[in-house]
């Protein structure tokens, strides 16, 4: 009967489909994991006819997803990550993240000195930072009426930016306005002062819009926030759309976020990975990042070659590394976790 | 009456859609506000072999989970209905459906990772096919609740096979609820991201849509984004169009 | 039924048992599982008021939503089975067609069409209902139209699937009897498509209360559903034994509901059958 036949048809065909796509697996390459469009897009190419290395791009859209990924399979089939600082720490702790041989990647001597010194991982023996830069207010010049300068500006907000107002979504930079605004570390992990913090986040919630991690300088843009929490490079993105759009750093402080890429301690194709690294720190990778992502690198070569008009465009881009190393660093909060976690919990659930 | 409200409904369902269509053709890349109109993210889309690779990805994985589960889910649900009521099958049935997605995700990537199961999408199609068997179960299911099983034991008293009953009794009867469970199934796999994520291998050539889309969201929907989806939606639109037309008078209800 | 049943034995059983037994034990210092102490403190601290709360709000905001997918599918199922036999698949297709767009695509759409400065307030304020923007967005009532927006197809193809072969000389004998078209509807056709109904209830509360997109993106991270929980403690937490404990108890729960779900299909068509 006509139904049988497409019935044993289907399923022949889904039988079909499900060798060829296992029988489509890749050879030997290098395959790293990054955020999208966070590299050159015609780095693979140029990568290839400068070392014959085949490079395969897998994208995640956040730390957490990749981390989730890597944490269950040990990093199987991947050789290079880009992960946050706080993350490539916990990695290496996991024993996921590979020892770096620095005899292997001569262009390291392209970075900044200050970029040997960064507290979660002193002399770069696990990961090398990619991009940095710090986190604070980002907001419409034209509207509102005082300019920001403190953490309280967006925690307790004027009338005239009630409603107006987004916070970063991610559970560590949520908490870390609240610290920073009551002098606290970003990795506090004492009960009673993370109770301190979590009733002045609850009150903040009350005036928030809404809290956002990838849509709030569009916010600014179109008028929907006036001020928001940002990170300096997202906040470039809104100033691009709108040169009304200023950024600050509240006087209580900033944190200093490090992107970095870690060797895969399981990877097969170490030597690959190790040219990779070296091949990322050029400086013309570097200037890259700067000028299309508009991100802060700390590749001493990349920034001096720069266009100087990016600094004049993009202020906060000319803050020297010595300025950057004064602020905290997230670092992974261990066993503390699970009493942070609690109390964003409890913020993000509140009425 | 009924009409104005099917449209009304339809209008519900397309009005997201209509609007992202006319984002993709917005000037700026920003998702909310609009700046002129411009075609040249469709052109960007086209020059973009990443996205369409990820689409075929999609396509392929979508098909073969649909289908594996289809057929499976159908003889399950077959299987179960025919014997007495056990709460212990029910509730095996209706475990893929409840347990939260990143609890599977994690699960079977762990459990891959035991094995040494290689990785990459035919690991996301039996992935796939874990939550849509029980999905395609539960439709047929609830059609069978209502089938008159007497039929079937007529065709058995008279002789036929347990196979040719199934093919000339049972099977025609069922056939609606068959389709709608494969479309169900079709849906839930082609949208799916976390399961999707956390079982496909490494590199580039297991990556789906929604993982593609995923990661581009760094900025929110771009109009790229929303070209890629009117065109998807006019290609399926014209598929179905075609399959109207195509098999008039062998499709349920006919 | 051999096969679906090892598909699922090997595939789901075996995975899932590995992921839930971590609840017994403790999360590993920089994630992971520390298997060196066996404990029941995860389930304890699940049962805290703060995450019981989360599910039960949860609970309501999926029985919410499934109740309105009902109330919008079932007539829209209802005309596409009444509708041309020729066009019914189409019919289907089409209310099918928007979700092979991507979810987030959908979702981002909505928040165009919802803000202040957006379609929906633009139109009402045009046509004069409204003065100034309605809070439309970054709350529960956009949680719950997107939630049921994108399982209303689901709904329809359920309870289409059951009404399609409905009998309708049940209706018919029914009117002939003197019974309104109302009281047809709800003492023949409703408890005769009752299945679909669960059915279609079944997969919106089961869709809704695992989803972590709409809330995160349509309640502006405001809202906490349980999807949202478990996926917070897996990846940001990193605290499996924790997420795997929480996932124990909704599952038990919706087994629970299951059961309820069962019991009442059963009696809706033991009484269809008696009165036909």
């Given at each position: 009967m006509k139904t049988m036949k497409w019935m044993s048809a289907a399923l022949a065909a889904g039988a079909t489909m499900l060798l060829a796509a296992s029988l489509a697996q890749a050879a030997d390459k290098l395959v790293i994991s990054n955020w999208d469009g966070y590299m050159p897009k015609d780095l693979p190419e140029k990568f290839k006819a400068e070392t014959g290395i085949e490079l395969e791009v897998a994208v995640h859209a956040t730390n957490e997803e990749i981390m989730g990924k890597v944490v269950a399979s040990k990093g199987e089939g991947y050789d290079v990550l880009f992960v946050s600082s706080p993350f490539a720490e916990a990695l290496s702790k996991l024993g996921i993240a590979a020892k770096l041989d620095h005899g292997k990647i001569p262009n390291i001597a392209n970075l900044y000195p200050e970029a040997a010194q960064l507290t979660h991982d002193p002399g770069n023996s696990f990961s090398i930072p990619y991009a940095w830069g710090t986190t604070g207010l980002c907001y419409r010049s034209d509207v509102v009426k005082a300019a920001p300068t403190s953490w309280n500006d967006l925690l307790k907000p004027a009338d005239d930016i009630k409603g107006k107002t987004t916070m970063l979504s991610t559970d560590r930079w949520l908490m870390a306005a609240g610290e920073l605004a009551l002098g606290m570390s970003v990795n506090e992990i004492d009960p009673a002062k993370l109770e301190q913090v979590k009733a002045l986040l609850i009150e903040a919630k009350k005036t928030l819009l809404a809290y956002d991690d990838t849509t709030f300088y569009s916010k600014l843009v179109s008028g929907e926030a006036s001020l928001v929490q940002a990170w300096d490079g997202w906040c470039n993105y809104g100033i691009a759309e709108k040169p009304e759009i200023k950024y600050v750093i509240p006087k209580e402080g900033s944190d200093l976020w490090v992107d970095t890429m870690v060797l895969v301690e399981g990877s097969k194709n170490k030597d690959a990975a190790y040219k990779f690294l070296d091949y990322i720190l050029k400086a013309d990778t570097g200037k890259w990042v700067v000028e299309n992502i508009m991100y802060k690198t700390p590749n001493k070569a990349g920034m001096e070659a720069i266009d100087k008009s990016m600094l004049e465009k993009y202020p906060n881009m000319a803050i020297a590394p010595a300025d950057l190393l004064k602020y905290e660093q997230l670092r992974d909060?261990?066993?503390?976790m699970k009493v942070f976690s609690k109390v964003v919990t409890e913020i993000t659930s509140a009425k | 009456m009924r009409k104005a409200y099917l449209v009304l409904v339809y209008v519900f369902l397309y009005t997201p859609i209509a609007v992202l269509m006319v984002l993709?053709?917005?000037?700026?890349?920003?998702?909310?506000a609009w700046t002129g109109f411009s075609t040249e993210w469709y052109g960007r889309l086209l020059e973009s072999p990443k996205i369409i690779a990820a689409a075929r990805n999609s396509l392929i994985v979508a098909m073969a989970s649909t289908f594996i589960a289809t057929a499976i889910g159908t003889l399950l649900a077959l299987g179960v209905e025919r014997r007495k009521a056990s709460s212990g099958l029910d509730a095996l049935l209706f475990m893929p459906m409840i347990i939260p997605d990143i609890v599977l995700a994690i699960a079977l990537l762990s459990f891959f990772t035991l094995v040494k199961f290689s990785l990459g999408l035919h690991s996301i199609i039996l992935a796939h096919v874990v939550f849509n068997i029980a999905f395609v179960c539960a439709v047929v299911r609830a059609r069978l609740k209502s089938f008159d099983w007497s039929l079937t034991e007529a065709s058995r008293d008279l002789g036929a096979t347990a196979f040719a009953t199934f093919r000339h009794v049972t099977f025609p009867l069922i056939w609606p609820a068959v389709v709608a469970a494969a479309l169900l199934a079709f849906t839930l796999s082609i949208d799916e991201f976390i399961i999707a994520y956390f079982t496909a291998g490494a590199g580039q050539g297991s990556t789906t849509l929604p993982m593609q889309i995923y990661a581009m969201i760094r900025f929110g929907v771009t109009p790229e984004i929303n070209a890629m989806a009117t065109i998807i939606l006019l290609m399926s639109f014209i598929l179905v169009l075609l399959a109207q037309r195509f098999n008039r008078g062998s499709m349920p209800g006919t | 039924m051999l096969p679906g049943l090892l598909w699922l034995g090997i595939l789901m059983v075996v995975p899932c048992a590995i992921i839930l037994v971590t609840a017994f034990y403790e999360r590993g210092t920089y994630g992971g599982v520390d298997w060196s102490v066996f404990t029941f403190a995860n389930f304890a601290r699940a049962g805290e008021w703060l995450y019981l709360s989360i599910f039960l709000d949860s609970a309501r905001i999926a029985g919410l939503a499934a109740f309105f997918a009902l109330l919008i599918g079932y007539p829209a199922a209802y005309a596409i089975s009444k509708a041309a036999p020729e066009r019914q698949t189409a019919l289907l297709f089409l209310a099918m067609?928007?979700?092979?767009?991507n979810y987030l695509i959908r979702t981002y759409a909505w928040i165009v069409l919802l803000n202040p400065s957006g379609l929906a307030n633009n139109f009402l304020q045009w046509l004069g209902l409204i003065h100034s923007p309605l809070?439309?967005?970054?709350?529960e009532f956009a949680v719950i139209l997107g939630l049921v927006y994108n399982y209303v197809p689901f709904v329809i193809l359920a309870i289409y699937s059951a009404l399609?072969?409905?009998?309708?000389s049940y209706a018919e004998a029914s009117r002939d009897l003197g019974a309104t078209a109302a009281t047809t509807f709800w003492r023949i056709t409703l408890p005769l498509t009752a299945p679909g109904v669960a059915a279609g209830a079944v997969f919106v509360f089961v869709l809704s209360i695992g989803n972590f997109v709409t809330p995160d993106l349509l309640g502006g991270g405001k809202l906490q559903m349980v999807g949202n929980l478990i996926y917070d403690q897996f990846l940001t937490a990193r605290d499996w034994p924790f997420g795997s404990a929480l996932s124990v108890i909704l599952i038990a729960i919706m087994l629970l509901l299951l059961f309820a779900q069962a019991v009442a299909a059963n009696r809706a068509r033991g009484e269809g059958k008696s009165h036909a």
């Amino acid at each position: 009967m006509k139904t049988m036949k497409w019935m044993s048809a289907a399923l022949a065909a889904g039988a079909t489909m499900l060798l060829a796509a296992s029988l489509a697996q890749a050879a030997d390459k290098l395959v790293i994991s990054n955020w999208d469009g966070y590299m050159p897009k015609d780095l693979p190419e140029k990568f290839k006819a400068e070392t014959g290395i085949e490079l395969e791009v897998a994208v995640h859209a956040t730390n957490e997803e990749i981390m989730g990924k890597v944490v269950a399979s040990k990093g199987e089939g991947y050789d290079v990550l880009f992960v946050s600082s706080p993350f490539a720490e916990a990695l290496s702790k996991l024993g996921i993240a590979a020892k770096l041989d620095h005899g292997k990647i001569p262009n390291i001597a392209n970075l900044y000195p200050e970029a040997a010194q960064l507290t979660h991982d002193p002399g770069n023996s696990f990961s090398i930072p990619y991009a940095w830069g710090t986190t604070g207010l980002c907001y419409r010049s034209d509207v509102v009426k005082a300019a920001p300068t403190s953490w309280n500006d967006l925690l307790k907000p004027a009338d005239d930016i009630k409603g107006k107002t987004t916070m970063l979504s991610t559970d560590r930079w949520l908490m870390a306005a609240g610290e920073l605004a009551l002098g606290m570390s970003v990795n506090e992990i004492d009960p009673a002062k993370l109770e301190q913090v979590k009733a002045l986040l609850i009150e903040a919630k009350k005036t928030l819009l809404a809290y956002d991690d990838t849509t709030f300088y569009s916010k600014l843009v179109s008028g929907e926030a006036s001020l928001v929490q940002a990170w300096d490079g997202w906040c470039n993105y809104g100033i691009a759309e709108k040169p009304e759009i200023k950024y600050v750093i509240p006087k209580e402080g900033s944190d200093l976020w490090v992107d970095t890429m870690v060797l895969v301690e399981g990877s097969k194709n170490k030597d690959a990975a190790y040219k990779f690294l070296d091949y990322i720190l050029k400086a013309d990778t570097g200037k890259w990042v700067v000028e299309n992502i508009m991100y802060k690198t700390p590749n001493k070569a990349g920034m001096e070659a720069i266009d100087k008009s990016m600094l004049e465009k993009y202020p906060n881009m000319a803050i020297a590394p010595a300025d950057l190393l004064k602020y905290e660093q997230l670092r992974d909060l261990g066993d503390g976790m699970k009493v942070f976690s609690k109390v964003v919990t409890e913020i993000t659930s509140a009425k | 009456m009924r009409k104005a409200y099917l449209v009304l409904v339809y209008v519900f369902l397309y009005t997201p859609i209509a609007v992202l269509m006319v984002l993709s053709f917005n000037k700026a890349g920003l998702p909310t506000a609009w700046t002129g109109f411009s075609t040249e993210w469709y052109g960007r889309l086209l020059e973009s072999p990443k996205i369409i690779a990820a689409a075929r990805n999609s396509l392929i994985v979508a098909m073969a989970s649909t289908f594996i589960a289809t057929a499976i889910g159908t003889l399950l649900a077959l299987g179960v209905e025919r014997r007495k009521a056990s709460s212990g099958l029910d509730a095996l049935l209706f475990m893929p459906m409840i347990i939260p997605d990143i609890v599977l995700a994690i699960a079977l990537l762990s459990f891959f990772t035991l094995v040494k199961f290689s990785l990459g999408l035919h690991s996301i199609i039996l992935a796939h096919v874990v939550f849509n068997i029980a999905f395609v179960c539960a439709v047929v299911r609830a059609r069978l609740k209502s089938f008159d099983w007497s039929l079937t034991e007529a065709s058995r008293d008279l002789g036929a096979t347990a196979f040719a009953t199934f093919r000339h009794v049972t099977f025609p009867l069922i056939w609606p609820a068959v389709v709608a469970a494969a479309l169900l199934a079709f849906t839930l796999s082609i949208d799916e991201f976390i399961i999707a994520y956390f079982t496909a291998g490494a590199g580039q050539g297991s990556t789906t849509l929604p993982m593609q889309i995923y990661a581009m969201i760094r900025f929110g929907v771009t109009p790229e984004i929303n070209a890629m989806a009117t065109i998807i939606l006019l290609m399926s639109f014209i598929l179905v169009l075609l399959a109207q037309r195509f098999n008039r008078g062998s499709m349920p209800g006919t | 039924m051999l096969p679906g049943l090892l598909w699922l034995g090997i595939l789901m059983v075996v995975p899932c048992a590995i992921i839930l037994v971590t609840a017994f034990y403790e999360r590993g210092t920089y994630g992971g599982v520390d298997w060196s102490v066996f404990t029941f403190a995860n389930f304890a601290r699940a049962g805290e008021w703060l995450y019981l709360s989360i599910f039960l709000d949860s609970a309501r905001i999926a029985g919410l939503a499934a109740f309105f997918a009902l109330l919008i599918g079932y007539p829209a199922a209802y005309a596409i089975s009444k509708a041309a036999p020729e066009r019914q698949t189409a019919l289907l297709f089409l209310a099918m067609l928007p979700f092979w767009t991507n979810y987030l695509i959908r979702t981002y759409a909505w928040i165009v069409l919802l803000n202040p400065s957006g379609l929906a307030n633009n139109f009402l304020q045009w046509l004069g209902l409204i003065h100034s923007p309605l809070p439309i967005l970054y709350n529960e009532f956009a949680v719950i139209l997107g939630l049921v927006y994108n399982y209303v197809p689901f709904v329809i193809l359920a309870i289409y699937s059951a009404l399609q072969r409905l009998d309708p000389s049940y209706a018919e004998a029914s009117r002939d009897l003197g019974a309104t078209a109302a009281t047809t509807f709800w003492r023949i056709t409703l408890p005769l498509t009752a299945p679909g109904v669960a059915a279609g209830a079944v997969f919106v509360f089961v869709l809704s209360i695992g989803n972590f997109v709409t809330p995160d993106l349509l309640g502006g991270g405001k809202l906490q559903m349980v999807g949202n929980l478990i996926y917070d403690q897996f990846l940001t937490a990193r605290d499996w034994p924790f997420g795997s404990a929480l996932s124990v108890i909704l599952i038990a729960i919706m087994l629970l509901l299951l059961f309820a779900q069962a019991v009442a299909a059963n009696r809706a068509r033991g009484e269809g059958k008696s009165h036909a």
